[in-house]
């Protein structure tokens, strides 16, 4: 059963370093952009990235099932991540859905002259939102590190 256990943790610890240490790179990529193409470029790494956060998600849950079925305790600090983990993903796909949706949109709506400034003008509303997920992700980890 130790075995199991020990395959279990390891795809949680991998999932977790996967989905949440890509969701880190957001706010230094969203501000490197100086020109259209650029900008084009991170954005469609953007998407990719966060296909991989929603499958990882999955993984990372079902795998911390798993480790709680398998024996390990359910205390208060796994309620309070689990309470962190639904908020962040509440945060990211509801709260910071619209302005992800308008600055994918922006891939095929808009080009020229103006997308550097309308890019920047998006990112304006954008970022505080990437920052307070990226606090809930601290917060969690901290909690799984710390264990208090």
Request: with cysteine; glycine share 6%; aromatic share 14%.
């Amino acid at each position: 059963m130790a075995s199991l256990y020990s395959i279990v943790m390891i795809v949680h610890v991998a999932t977790a370093v996967i989905g949440f240490g890509q969701t880190f790179l957001f706010p230094f990529l969203l501000r490197y952009p100086r020109s259209e193409a650029e900008a084009r470029t991170v954005l469609m790494l953007l998407g990719q990235m966060g296909k991989l956060a929603k499958y990882s998600d999955l993984i990372l849950l079902g795998s911390g099932v798993g480790m709680l079925c398998l024996g390990y305790p359910f205390e208060p600090w796994v309620i309070a991540s689990l309470i962190l983990f639904f908020t962040m993903r509440f945060s990211s796909s509801v709260l910071s859905r619209k302005a992800a949706i308008s600055l994918w949109n922006m891939l095929h709506d808009e080009a020229g002259a103006y997308f550097m400034e309308e890019y920047r003008n998006r990112m304006e509303s954008f970022l505080p939102k990437v920052w307070f997920t990226q606090a809930l992700n601290i917060a969690i980890i901290l909690l799984m590190i710390l264990k208090p």
